[in-house]
């Protein structure tokens, strides 16, 4: 019965870690396009 606990935790730990580096990478791309438009801006 611990047994199954532990690994329902994991999962459920692994899967708020995939969430997680999920929306930060979305962070990242949404900021690298936003300076990326600005350079691009400032060029024209």
Do not use: H, P, T
């Not at 329902?8 to 899967?15: A, F, L, Q, T």
């Not at 999920?22 to 962070?27: A, E, H, T, V, Y």
């Amino acid at each position: 019965m611990n047994l199954k606990i532990s690994d329902n935790v994991e999962i459920d730990r692994n899967s708020i870690v995939i969430k997680g580096y999920r929306s930060f990478c979305q962070l990242a791309l949404r900021l690298s396009a936003r300076f990326y438009a600005s350079e691009v801006s400032k060029l024209w």
